[in-house]
């Protein structure tokens, strides 16, 4: 059984990783439950090295985000609901997928950890959410992972972002330079390779991130 002191110890372990990873005061507050000013005194001793700006509150920009957004987000989802489903706490799974979605992609990463942070908590009904607004589902087409709305039935040809995308990638250079191919591999495995993108996340899931 975990005392006080036990969960003060992991609260603060988990608020310097966010602040490694780039969170704002008010998210590593929700997650953490620690007062921002403690937060700010112990890991923002510089004012000048806080993120600023408007925090994400809404998961509207899915829906409406380009093919390379909604394909990273997918990434950072279906990795956080499989390690929400091996036991991990919220906070332990948004931490390790969001590393494990760094490792994936190139830097610098195109969504924020304030971002995954609002993508979580529609997936799973907490912290910015009072319920699911997001869900994971599995394509019949490609049998990637994908991000969609609660309620959304999924039926065969009606593409996932991960189909949309490898049936673009050869055509598309900005696809090209987001996910770059494995040196020296023709089309076939390239294309196999972008739908490799979605399962890597789960290839490895005792570490912190996937192996390559």
């Known amino acids: 059984m975990s005392t006080r002191g036990d969960r003060h110890l992991l609260a603060m372990q988990q608020a310097k990783q966010l602040s490694e990873l780039g969170a704002r ?6 997650v953490t439950g620690m007062p921002p000013r403690q937060v700010q005194s112990l890991f923002f001793p510089d004012a000048r090295t806080i993120p600023r700006g408007r925090a994400p ?3 509207e920009w899915y829906h409406s985000a380009n093919l390379i ?3 990273d987000a997918c990434l950072i989802g279906a990795k956080y609901r499989q390690l929400r489903g091996q036991g991990l706490s919220a906070a332990e799974s948004l931490i390790l997928a969001y590393r494990a979605y760094q490792s994936a992609t190139q830097m610098p990463s195109r969504i924020s950890l304030d971002r995954a942070f609002n993508l979580v908590s529609y997936i799973d009904g907490i912290w910015l959410a009072r319920a699911p607004t997001l869900t994971i589902l599995v394509c019949p087409e490609c049998g990637c992972e994908f991000l969609a709305a609660v309620g959304t039935v999924v ?6 972002p991960f189909c949309k995308l490898l049936a673009r990638f050869h055509i598309d250079h ?3 330079a987001s996910y770059p191919p494995r040196p020296a591999i023709d089309m076939t495995e390239r294309q196999l390779g972008m739908v490799a993108l979605s399962h890597v996340l789960s290839l490895d899931s005792t570490g912190d991130s996937p192996q390559k």
């Open 69 to 71: 957004l909604r394909t």
């Open 57 to 59: 509150d809404s998961p």
């Open 174 to 176: 900005r696809l090209q």
């Open 155 to 160: 039926r065969t040809g009606e593409a996932c």
């Open 25 to 30: 005061l008010k998210t590593i507050h929700v």
